[in-house]
């Protein structure tokens, strides 16, 4: 079993209970594509593993950050779509996040400012999913 996976399964990414959202699942057309797309874009690395039969790349973890921590998911059950829930994946730079996403092959959709110091930016991924990405520290 994946660290990321056993962490989750463990309560280690569950936090103090604060906010309901524990794990996502990102659905995906062809598994590779969304991996060198989203490791592109976050500068991370995704762990392909299969869960109950269903192929898929984990997210890294760290058990005491904020936030939460989900996978790609690519199977019958997985359809991708503009039109469902909408993930927001904090960067360091909307600029250059936004530039790694289009050199690997999503495309820019709508930018918006949120305050007077923070944007926010929908991307469609390679898969047909609308994302946001906000700038985090």
Do not use: K
């Not at 991370?44 to 039969?53: H, M, Q, R």
């Not at 997985?78 to 994946?89: E, M």
């Not at 820019?108 to 305050?115: E, T």
Request: with cysteine.
């Amino acid at each position: 079993m994946s660290p990321a996976l056993q962490a989750f399964l463990q309560g280690g990414i569950r936090g103090t209970g604060q906010n309901p959202v524990v794990y996502f699942e990102v659905p995906v057309a062809r598994l590779e594509r969304a991996i060198r797309f989203y490791e592109a874009l976050l500068e991370c690395s995704l762990e392909p593993v299969i869960i109950d039969g269903q192929r898929m790349a984990l997210f890294p973890v760290q058990s005491h950050a904020l936030g939460v921590t989900g996978a790609l998911a690519e199977g019958e059950s997985y359809s991708p779509s503009g039109s469902g829930a909408r993930l927001y994946f904090g960067v360091r730079s909307i600029g250059e996040a936004v530039g790694r996403a289009i050199e690997a092959g999503g495309s820019l959709l709508d930018i918006g400012v949120l305050d007077d110091l923070s944007e926010i930016v929908d991307l469609w991924d390679t898969e047909g999913n609308r994302v946001a990405l906000l700038l985090s520290e």
